[in-house]
Each structure stands twice: as structure tokens, then as C-alpha cells.
């Protein structure tokens, strides 16, 4: 089992910056690949980006250029950093590991609520 833990939401204004922390109960980088997914009211979840244990990256197009994900295999932690946010970036954004060579095994986070409002 796999525990994913995130950090860093808050309320922050139009053109504000954030940065999300997903830290992982234990060492999984090597063979788990990462990913942040949002979830707005009224909405289904999306991919917002994903980083594979090589470092190769996905972005959805709403984010590209502002967004950045990164992962430090020593702390076991995957980040977000969010720059330019707007008001359509607000929702509950969650962390998910997901083992590359087995799928089934996909874990989830709690979950960290993300405002963008003046």
C-alpha cells in the first residue's frame, strides 16, 4: 500500500503562484509514475500533468506554459508548481502513483483545495 499525502493549497489571487507537494509513504520512484489531477465543482477529474520515472512529462493544454511538474526521487515527493493562475484553475487537485509496469496498481490522495479568486 501506498500513501500519498499533498500540501499547499490555499486561496490565492488572478496571476498569483502556487506550489503543490505530494509526498509518498515510501519509496516508489523508481518504477511509479506520477501524476496531479484536478477536480472542479459540477465536474469529472482531469489530467492536469504527469512525470514518469524517466522524467518525461504530459501536460494538459490548459496548463502548458504555466504549469511545471518535477519529482525528487530522494524525498519521495512529486510537485507542482503553478504560476499565471486563473479562476478556472480552482478545484480539489489530487496526486496520483501509478506503477508503470502494472497499472492496477494506481493510489490516490486526499486531495488539496486550490482558489483562485480576488
Known amino acids: 500500500q501506498v500513501q500519498l499525502v499533498e500540501s499547499g493549497g490555499g486561496l490565492v489571487q488572478p496571476g498569483g503562484s502556487l506550489r503543490l507537494s505530494c509526498a509518498a509513504s515510501r519509496s516508489i520512484f523508481g518504477t511509479y509514475a506520477m501524476g496531479w489531477y484536478r477536480q472542479a465543482p459540477g465536474k469529472q477529474r482531469e489530467l492536469v500533468a504527469t512525470i514518469r520515472s524517466d522524467t518525461s512529462t504530459n501536460y494538459a493544454e490548459s496548463v502548458k506554459g504555466r504549469f511545471t511538474i518535477s519529482r525528487d526521487n530522494v524525498e519521495s515527493t512529486v510537485y507542482l508548481q503553478m504560476s499565471s493562475l486563473k479562476p478556472e484553475d480552482t478545484a480539489v487537485y489530487y496526486c496520483?502513483?501509478?506503477?508503470?509496469?502494472?497499472?492496477?496498481?494506481?493510489?490516490w490522495g486526499q486531495g488539496t483545495q486550490v482558489t483562485v479568486s480576488s
Open positions: 496520483r502513483a501509478q506503477r508503470e509496469r502494472d497499472p492496477l496498481f494506481t493510489y
